[in-house]
Each structure stands twice: as structure tokens, then as C-alpha cells.
């Protein structure tokens, strides 16, 4: 049984083979924490690492001789106020201006299995065995509130996902003015924190800071996980580097605004908080209901960044992506955006559609323009019915037509957005987030719909059915172009005004959710200006998803690196673009574009009517390669080797779970004259298998162990002045 209760020493002990979780019940009823790292043997008691000391001025949580004082606890779901002076995890204020509580332990059940925790999106369990739960229950009896804090260890797997459920059992009204979905005390601050931050266009770069005494975090208070901090925290021992070293990852499974934070006390503790962002949060708990928090996902690794990621993209790729596209391949696409933008004839997408099948691509995906009177993204938005000036035949027509070149056919939709000049702002001026009286901010002459309100949600999807009943659609992108301001809801009280911004996230899950549920087959790629809400929340839904805006190879090397710390390949839309490129002007290799994009969701976005003969050529060989790998790509194990946040070369593999064959790129930045050679490490390989691969155009047989200890030797003078900066190798490895 992984998951043990000690109730002679009333401690919890949660644990695989390679990771332990304990918590104890302390003297006062509350839960201490006392452990989580590598797996500990368990035993009756590990009480020992429970600290106390009554230091000056410390105030106690029971009476003398009790020394147990919670400023100097490590805790399990603190609160602030009882002489705990650091951030606590949740806030209830009561009907008399009261914040305080005293949740103590009442009860707990262990079980196997997971179970949903709905509204919100989780990761899911399949089979039997695969992971035990714990619900820990706790009671204030001033409140009649309980809060269940649920675990769940997997078992072949170092992970453990976390959630609490505040259930109001009495009469009184509550307020939440926080509610995390963990805190995690650890006893030191030895640690180095790696963020994903960034901005549009240069979304999830890789962030590594010492942390120190006080408060340091990541967070959105825009709505949407955000371009600017992924929902993600990695604390690691200094000194852990891809391949070596601790390290414990924290990812939530949320798409809203969010808040990760840590403290480090003045006694060198460390505690960690996760969960939607308080500043943007407030709750009403009344008689009888209850609030659930979204889950996060905590992974050890003792072994590195590589396996911390590695343990990541399994579990998210096969337990929290799901449905009809988790485990097929994914088809080649060809994205209309940076050939057209809304400047496009029915002509001219049939046009584009025919040379697109020309070269091997599979599904003809049209973006943005296609419907009211969307000439330019001042209108247009919130009305989904084709435009017939452009598209006479409609979308039924068009998808239709390019179904029959032997395409699926693909559509772009920003179901959350509207223009003031649309039918839909006209009929429901009110149906957008904004304050009445006030000035409300436009973005991209857009305004978000009040996704807090069931009608709304109703209305868009009964307009976005009509749409798919009617015609042949095999895919959506569904856009998110701007950030919530005045998060004022007119469908919700003044006392209410605080549980907009969450609802809001919860419409747009639920609207996932239904379309889902009547057209299961249809394949999602979630987009937000590119990668600003690329979060776990949206992969539930949606298994891929627009990684950046940012199309050029060089940027996409930093970006795509930084989102594989959390994020599979296979759910990095990835995109090889024209030059020069349309966000940075820069001039790339075709063979690099097709190396970077093929480590993603792959497709094209640019206008194939400029090609050359040449280039044609090679693209089509290039889909015909993507084609023959996209599965190991997809599915296979990925490593980073060299980091372009730390030199200018950049280099991965992915090897096949059998470690049977794998493909390895290295990618150059500029070349410089007379320089040394190169030996490129590979990663991952069996040691003593035997493999083959093409080396300057021959074939050469090297074990698994010279592939990665002596590495493969590189020339790059020859490199340099054969292709020029920029240029990239890659190496299919195959077992002999
Ligand atoms: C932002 C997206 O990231 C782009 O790919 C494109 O779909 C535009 N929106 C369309 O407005």
C-alpha cells in the first residue's frame, strides 16, 4: 500500500519507489509536514523531523508547556494569524470580520484510483493500480467548514498531485479570499528556482534565480496563464544540472490567473504556494456548497531537468491529454495566417489548398477573416457565420471543396472575443467584461465576453454547432487575443463581483467540454497571440497547442527548449514559416525551419504559390521525413543536450522507448572562422547496442556507448562555409 497511516505516531506516509510525502497531525490537531524527497523506508515514526522551538517573541499555539509554535512549523495548509506571519494558504473570512480558523483533522480514506475533480480539468488514472489517493479531511467547528486535502501518488511514476475541497456545512456565509492548492514547507533554501517567462513572441524562456530570504514568484492576473509566467515553478539544489541533481517541479493544471510563490523565512525555510491568483479571487461559500481548487502536479527527479521534464511529458501526454487525438499521429498541416492574413479569395484558399496536397501536407487549417464582415480586425468578431463576399459558397462549401482534394480541412475561431462592430456586440452590448459607467479598455479593438454567464457560453456554442453540423470540420484553432480588464460581470451581484474572474475560466472548460462531448474526433489546437495560455488546464482539452507567434527558426530554438521543460513535443505546435521571417526579418536555412518545426505538432505557414521548383522539392521531402518519424518524435523519450540559454548552439534527442531508434538534431547559430571541432554527445541510447546512422552522406555503425560517450565528430569549418549561420544536423539512429 503506498499510501500508509502510522496512527500510533498519526503520521501519513505517502510513497512510491522513488518518492516520499509525510505528514504528521501535530498536538494541536493541525497538520504538520515533516517530508518530501527521495523515498524514505517507511517506519512507525519519523517525528524527529518535526522542528520546534519556542525562538523570542514567538507566539504559541497551545498552552505551556506546549512549545509548538506555527512561525516555526512546517505546515500542510497554513493559514495566517496564529502566529504564523507567513503567507498562508487559504483565507476564509467569516460573517463577524473574523479571518481566523482552526482546521483540525477529523477523519481520512485511502484508496486506489483518482477521481475528477469537475469543473476543472486533472490528470486521470486508466487502469488499476496505477494510483493510490488519500482524502484528508479537516474540520473548523467554529465555522462548521470542512477542507479535504487530497493526494495521489502514482505508482510508476515520481509523481504526487494535490487538491483541496472547502465544503461550508453549516448556516453561516463564508467568504474564500484565498484558497491554494498546495503549500509544501521544506526544512532548508538550498534551492535555485527556474521559472518560463517571457512575453509575446518570446514566450517560456528559461529563468534560473538563487532564492533568498523574503518573497519571490511568478504569477498572471490577466485571466489566462499568460505569455509572461507559465504556471510552473522548479525548485533545484544548486549545483543540479540536465543530467544530475535534485530537483521537485510544480504545475498547475489551471488556464486562469494563477500565483506561485516562494517564501523563504528568516530561519532558511522555504515554503512554496501554488493556486489562483487571491488579488483576482475572492469566493462565496454559502450553506452547503463547496469550492474546489485546481490540481497541481508535483514531480521528483533525482537525476536531473531531463527527467523531471521526461516524467512531465509522459504523464501529460498520455494521463492528462485524452480522447480521439491522445495517442494518434497528428496530421501535417498548412496554416493560411502568414501566406494571406485576412487578405484571401475562395480562389486563392482552393489555390494554396491544391499545392498544399501537392507536397504531402494533410489538413488545410483557415485562419483568421473568414467570417461577418472580418476585413481587418477591427470587426467582425463574435459573429460565426462565413463571409460570403469572400467564401460565396460559405464555410460549408469551402470545407467541402477542400475535402474533396483529398484535405481535412481545418478553422480558426476567437470564441471568447468580440468587436464592437459586430452583430453580436450590437444585439448584447452588455455580454462584455466592463464596468458600467467606466471606460472599457479595448485590446486589438476587441473586448472579452462575460464567460462567467451560462447564456453567454450557451449562445457561442449554439453558433459554433450550427457551424460544425453544417460543414466539414476536422480541426479548430481556438485564438484568445487579448488579456481580461474591468473583470465586471452584469450578471453577477456586487458581493459576487470577485468570482468572475474564475468563472470565466470555468465557462470557457465547460465550452471545451460540450464541444468535445458532441464531436469527439474534432482536433483542438488552443492559441493564445501564440503561446500566452499554453498551460496543462488547456492541454486537457486541447492537445496541442500555438506555441508562439514567434514562426523564425532561431527564436523558436529558445522557445520550444523552455516549453519542453513542462510540455510534450507532440503538443508544441510548430510551424515552418517564408523568409524572410515576418517577425524578426531574419533569413534561415529551409532545412533548419523544417528541423526546428519538426519538433512539434508540425506544419507550414507560408505562402507556397513563392516557392520555387527547388523548394518545393524539399519541402515535399521534408513531409515525407515527418511523416516516417512523427511517431517517434511524438512518443519517444526527448532529452535537451545543449541549451541556447547558455551557449549559442543548441542540440536535443528522442529516443524510442525500446531505445531501438532515435532522432537527434544539433543546431548551429553563427559559425565562426577556424575553430575545433565538435563532438556531439548523444543522450539516451543503449550503451551496448549497435546503431547506424548517416554520417557526410555514408552510413557508419557506432555502439550506443561511442554515441554518447565519445560523440559523434563534427567539423564545423566545413559546416560553416558549406551552409552558412544557421544551419542544422540531423540524425536518424537506428538499431543495426
Ligand atoms: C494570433 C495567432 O497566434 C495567429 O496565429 C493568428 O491566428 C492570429 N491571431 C489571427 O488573428
Known amino acids: 500500500m503506498p499510501i500508509v497511516f502510522h496512527s500510533g505516531s498519526r503520521e501519513f506516509h505517502i510513497f512510491n519507489k522513488d518518492v516520499s510525502y509525510i505528514i504528521e497531525i501535530m498536538e494541536n ?5 515533516l517530508y518530501y524527497g527521495k523515498r524514505l523506508k517507511d517506519r512507525e515514526s519519523f517525528s524527529y523531523l518535526h522542528q520546534e522551538e519556542a525562538r523570542p517573541l514567538a507566539a504559541l499555539a497551545g498552552n505551556t508547556p506546549s512549545k509548538l509554535c506555527l512561525q516555526y512549523a512546517r505546515q500542510e495548509y497554513p493559514s495566517y494569524g496564529k502566529g504564523d506571519y507567513r503567507y498562508g494558504a487559504y483565507i476564509i473570512e467569516q460573517p463577524n470580520g473574523s479571518k481566523i480558523t482552526k482546521f483540525e483533522y477529523i477523519s481520512h480514506k485511502i484508496y486506489n ?3 475528477e475533480i469537475k469543473p476543472l480539468p486533472s490528470t486521470y488514472v486508466e487502469q488499476e493500480g496505477e494510483a493510490t489517493s488519500i482524502e484528508i479531511v479537516l474540520f473548523d467547528k467554529i465555522i462548521n467548514t470542512e477542507f479535504i486535502l487530497t493526494y495521489t501518488v502514482f505508482e510508476n511514476r515520481p509523481v504526487i498531485t494535490r487538491n483541496v475541497k472547502f465544503v461550508n456545512k453549516g448556516n453561516l456565509s463564508l467568504i474564500i479570499q484565498s484558497a491554494m492548492s498546495a503549500c509544501i514547507d521544506f526544512p532548508d533554501r538550498e534551492f535555485e528556482m527556474i521559472h518560463l517567462s517571457g512575453a509575446w513572441a518570446r514566450e517560456r524562456h528559461v529563468k534560473t534565480r538563487k532564492i533568498e530570504q523574503g518573497i519571490q514568484s511568478v504569477y498572471s492576473m490577466r485571466g489566462a496563464s499568460s505569455a509572461e509566467h507559465n504556471p510552473f515553478i522548479a525548485m533545484k539544489r544548486v549545483g543540479t544540472i540536465e543530467d544530475f541533481g535534485e530537483v521537485f517541479g510544480f504545475s498547475l493544471v489551471y488556464s486562469g490567473s494563477f500565483l506561485g510563490q516562494v517564501e523563504v523565512c528568516s530561519h532558511d525555510t522555504t515554503r512554496i504556494i501554488m493556486g489562483i491568483h487571491p488579488n483576482t479571487f475572492t469566493w462565496i461559500l454559502g450553506e452547503g ?8 502536479v508535483m514531480v521528483y ?5 531531463n527527467k523531471m521534464s521526461q516524467t512531465y511529458h509522459e504523464l501529460y501526454r498520455t494521463r492528462l491529454v485524452r480522447g480521439y487525438w491522445r495517442d494518434r499521429e497528428r496530421p501535417v498541416l498548412l496554416n493560411n495566417w502568414e501566406a494571406t492574413y485576412m487578405d484571401f479569395t475562395e480562389d486563392g484558399i482552393i489555390q494554396l489548398a491544391k499545392k498544399a496536397k501537392d507536397i504531402g501536407v494533410e489538413l488545410f487549417v483557415l485562419d483568421d477573416g473568414w467570417f461577418g464582415t472580418r476585413d481587418d480586425d477591427t470587426q467582425g468578431l463574435g459573429d460565426w457565420y462565413a463571409n460570403l463576399n ?15 482534394l483529398g484535405l481535412k480541412f481545418g478553422l480558426w475561431i476567437e470564441p471568447e472575443m468580440v468587436n464592437k462592430n459586430s452583430e453580436l456586440y450590437r444585439a448584447h452590448p452588455d455580454w462584455i467584461l466592463s464596468t458600467p459607467d467606466r471606460f472599457e479598455s479595448p485590446s486589438r479593438y476587441q473586448h472579452v465576453l462575460d464567460y462567467s454567464r451560462p447564456e453567454v457560453v450557451d449562445a457561442i456554442f449554439h453558433m459554433l454547432d450550427q457551424l460544425l453540423s453544417t460543414s466539414k470540420i476536422s480541426y479548430i484553432k481556438w485564438d484568445m487575443n487579448r488579456y481580461i480588464t474591468e473583470c465586471y460581470s452584469r450578471g453577477a451581484s456586487s458581493l459576487e463581483q470577485g468570482m468572475v474572474m474564475h468563472k470565466y475560466i470555468l465557462g470557457v472548460y465547460s465550452l471545451y467540454a460540450r464541444l468535445l462531448d458532441k464531436y469527439p474526433e474534432l482536433l483542438f489546437e488552443s492559441c493564445s497571440s501564440g503561446g500566452a495560455r499554453f498551460d496543462p488546464g488547456m492541454l486537457y482539452y486541447s492537445p496541442q497547442v500555438w506555441c508562439s507567434d514567434n514562426t523564425d527558426a532561431v527564436e523558436r530554438l529558445k522557445i520550444q527548449y523552455g516549453t519542453s521543460m513542462v510540455y510534450p513535443v507532440s503538443t508544441m505546435g510548430a510551424h515552418v514559416s517564408a523568409i524572410p521571417n515576418h517577425q524578426v526579418n531574419r533569413i534561415t536555412p529551409l532545412k533548419t525551419r523544417g528541423n526546428v518545426a519538426y519538433f512539434g505538432a508540425f506544419g507550414y505557414e507560408l505562402d507556397l504559390n513563392l516557392l520555387s521548383d527547388e523548394e518545393q522539392k524539399e519541402v515535399t521531402e521534408q513531409i515525407v521525413q515527418y511523416k516516417q518519424y512523427r511517431k517517434l518524435i511524438h512518443q519517444g523519450t526527448f532529452y535537451r543536450i545543449e541549451s541556447p540559454f547558455e551557449q549559442e548552439d543548441t542540440a536535443w534527442i528522442v529516443v524510442s522507448e525500446d531505445k531501438k531508434e532515435a ?26 547496442k549497435q546503431y547506424v546512422l548517416s554520417l557526410n552522406d555514408k552510413e557508419v555503425s557506432m555502439s550506443g556507448s561511442e554515441l554518447m560517450y565519445a560523440g559523434i565528430p563534427l567539423d564545423r569549418n566545413k559546416e560553416g562555409k558549406k551552409y552558412g549561420d544557421f544551419s542544422s544536423l540531423l540524425f536518424y539512429i537506428r538499431e543495426e
Open 663 to 688: 532522432i537527434a538534431v544539433y543546431f548551429f547559430n553563427l559559425h565562426h572562422a577556424n575553430v575545433g571541432w565538435l563532438c556531439f554527445k548523444l543522450k539516451g541510447l543503449d550503451s551496448d
Open 29 to 33: 490537531n493541525e497538520l504538520g509536514h
Open 289 to 296: 456548497q463547496d469550492f474546489q481548487t485546481p490540481e497541481l
Open 301 to 305: 527527479s533525482d537525476c536531473g531537468l
Open 390 to 404: 469572400k467564401l460565396p459558397d460559405g464555410i460549408s462549401g469551402l470545407s467541402r471543396k477542400v475535402e474533396a
Open 113 to 115: 484510483g483518482k477521481k
